[in-house]
C-alpha cells in the first residue's frame, strides 16, 4: 500500500509520516518512509546566505529535476517492499509550487502522475496559513511568509488532482493528526479487503 503526504509547508506531512510508519511498526507490520523533496528550503537558505535569488524558472527546473528523481527513486524502492509504504511529499507540490510561481504545468509532470503506479491514498494535510507560519516559525529552519502559504494553499485546491485527495485537518497536536491520518488509512485499508 502507497500513500503520499501533501500539504503545504508547516503542514506537518514529515511529521505524520514518520509518525505514521512508527505506528505501523509498533503493530508489527513492514512500512517504509521516502521522502520525495525538491531542494527548495536548501536553495532558498543559500540564496539568503549569499543575497541572491535564482529566477523562477531556473528555481522550478532545479526543484523538478530533484522532486522527479526522488519520486522516480522512491517508486522503485515501494516497487520491491512489501508493507506499507509513506511518501513524503510527491509531484504535486511540485505542480502546486508551479501555481504559485504562474509557471505553466508542463506535460513531464501531469505524464509521470499519470503513468507511474497511483498511490491507494493521497493525504492532503490542511492547516490554516497561520498556524503553518507559527510552526515554520518555531522550527526556525526556514521562512515563509503568510502570504506564501495562503498562495500555496490556494495552489493545491486549484490542482485538477486536489479531488483525488482526502484531505486531512492537520490543525491541533501532532498526536491529534495521526488520529485523522491513521483513520483515513484503515478506512482505505479496509475497502481494499
Known sequence: M?????????SGKTTAARSLVAAARAEGRNALLLSNYAGRRRMSLLGARFGMRLPDRLADAAETTMRVFNVLVSHARASRFEGLVV??????CQL????????????ILPWLLRTLPAPDLILHLDVGPEAAHRR?????TD???VAELTALRAAYRALPEYADMVVIDAG?????????????????RLLKV
Open 2 to 10: 502507497i500513500i503520499v503526504l501533501t500539504g503545504i509547508d508547516g
Open 87 to 92: 511518501m513524503d511529499r510527491h509531484l504535486h
Open 96 to 107: 502546486a509550487l508551479r501555481e504559485v510561481k504562474d509557471l505553466p504545468r508542463g506535460r
Open 136 to 140: 515554520i516559525v518555531a522550527r526556525g
Open 143 to 145: 521562512e515563509e511568509s
Open 172 to 188: 491541533g497536536r501532532p498526536a491529534e493528526v495521526l488520529a485523522r491520518v491513521v483513520g483515513a488509512v484503515d478506512s482505505q
